[in-house]
């Protein structure tokens, strides 16, 4: 699947058709994604107990990823997906201008050109964080996107 979660996306279809928004679960299995805002649906939530309240909620729905475009945080264009190999590693580019998609990735592009020249007063608290950022992105986004490439 070519959306993940966060990514920012334009619906396209739908009653909610237009809308821009952030992707709040991606469900690779289902090709569904909830998008904040989009489908949402009453749902009626009875008070199970004598603190509860009972209220009708608000929540969005999800709906079918073919329904939804990448916005380009670079260009701010709603796009198609690209892939590139970049080093060891597969990343999402915008296909109209070719930058990279996902936020999490632009960012460690720039938290490592920050560290180049930081490096000299680079820590190893500083050195920590970024390995283990990396490792739970991998995690749970690295198998979605083989299963259904
Ligand atoms: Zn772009």
Redesign the pocket.
Known sequence: MKIKKNDKVLVITGKDAGKTAKVLVAMPKANKVVVDGVNVQKKHAKARSANQVSEIKSQSGAIDVSNVMVV?P??D?A?RVAYKVEGDKKVRV?K??G?LLDVAEVKEVKKAAKKATKKADATEATEKKPTTRKRTTKKVEAPAEDANA
Do not use: D, G, I
């Open positions: 380009c670079t260009c264009k796009t915008c109209k201008c930058a």
